[in-house]
Nanobody, 124 residues
């Protein structure tokens, strides 16, 4: 399994921005589709965004469209989540995940490797 380490979380005011990063240990990073999921206290984990191996396919949850952008830098083995216009309801632990599937799936069952998560807190 590929090792994933997220960073970039923190406390931000509503309307602010954060960029999350996820560094992968795997040299063959291009073998993996990548995704971000999140889990708020007392809620189930939910899909945020995904990207295929070359960035040609991206998928977003409806509630983040227009506010969040997923991207990847294969030379750095890193995937990013740029989050703008943050809302208090975006408060959650954000997890990076990797899949050997060729498509950027939205369901967690397709992702076999997960990071430890990074906390994002949006104050009102």
């Amino acid at each position: 399994q590929v090792q994933l380490v997220e960073s970039g979380g923190g406390l931000v005011q509503a309307g602010g921005s954060l960029r999350l990063s996820c560094a992968a240990s795997e040299r063959t990073f291009t073998n993996y589709a990548m995704a971000w999921f999140r889990q708020a206290p007392g809620k189930e984990r939910e899909f945020v965004a995904s990207i295929n191996w070359n960035g040609g396919i991206t998928n977003y949850a409806d509630y983040v469209k227009g506010r969040i952008t997923i991207s990847r830098d294969n030379a750095k083995n890193t995937v990013y989540l740029q989050m703008n216009s943050l809302k208090p309801e975006d408060t959650a632990v954000y997890y990076c995940a990797a899949s050997l599937a060729s498509y950027a799936y939205t369901a967690a069952k397709f992702y076999g490797s997960w990071g430890q998560g990074t906390q994002v807190t949006v104050s009102s």
